[in-house]
């Protein structure tokens, strides 16, 4: 009770709220309570809701195109992935800002530790590793200068798993563990995933449907050893969620779709005419919320029900 009466007192000065979801929307992400989820996209405006009936509590305005969003576990802090120099941690209590130390081409790629304690981005080509107070700790290099799609930290373990042309592993320290070609063809891989037992992860390729390039969903051992490859989807995998306990994920693509931990595929939802971007679950009420590119924000069920949407 005591974050939730924090917050209000934030929300009243010196913000304003708008009653659209916004165009271009990249990302969602519910918080750690299951309070609040947060979107954002091309049009430079964070906005926050209660989840419970969606409405929106907050919008505020950043300086940049928002390419991923990811709270805190354990804390407060929002971080913000933009598509320049100017990402950076947003207080969801104060409404403080806190700048990225040394942020030079802005990306996509941003993922907490376990712990809650550090954070790793992906700036264009490389990864940078800061503390929970903005401040850059490391940069691990790239050989080549192609972009970095996203990044997820291992469930309990200093070990990054990073995409882009390929997927590749490092440790927290630098390290490089593994470089793994996903496929002969050349799509990018937009979205990793860790599972919750940190024993496999999935992945989620582009795909050129058109080209007769079917879109792969991806299950990887922990030292890189491909296990299992889904085919189905007629748009890229833009995002990968598990729920807490690992027995779902749930990608955003052409639809919303729930698999269990081995793969089968459980529920669809959506009409397939438009591409979802972002997926995320509250544990608490065991709903999803997604945002569209197109600028619709919609809450579902765990059986890819439409419960709540908005455009």
Known sequence: MKYLVILIVWILPGYFTQSSPGKDLWSVT??????????????RIIRLYQTKDMKLIQSFPVHSMIRRLAWQPYGQLLAVATNDQHMHLRNMVTGDSIPLQGIEYGGRGITWSYNGKFL?????????????????????????KTSYFDIDWHPSKNVLLVSGDDIRLYEMSGKKLAILKHREEHTGVLSVE?????????????????????TLLQYWTPEGKLFKTIKGSKMEYRDLQWNQDGSLLATASDKLRIWTKDGELKYEGGDGKENLWGVSWNDYSKELVTVYFTGILEKWNSK????????
């Open 30 to 43: 519910i918080d750690p309570t299951g309070r609040y989820a947060a979107t954002g996209g091309d049009d």
């Open 120 to 144: 790793a981005v992906t700036d264009n080509h490389l990864i940078k590793i800061f503390n929970e107070k903005g401040q850059w700790i490391r940069t691990i290099q790239k050989e080549d």
């Open 304 to 311: 890819a029900v439409s419960l709540q949407r908005f455009d």
């Open 194 to 214: 860790w599972h919750p037992s940190g024993q496999f992860f999935v992945s989620g390729d582009y795909g050129h449907e058109e080209e007769g390039i079917p």
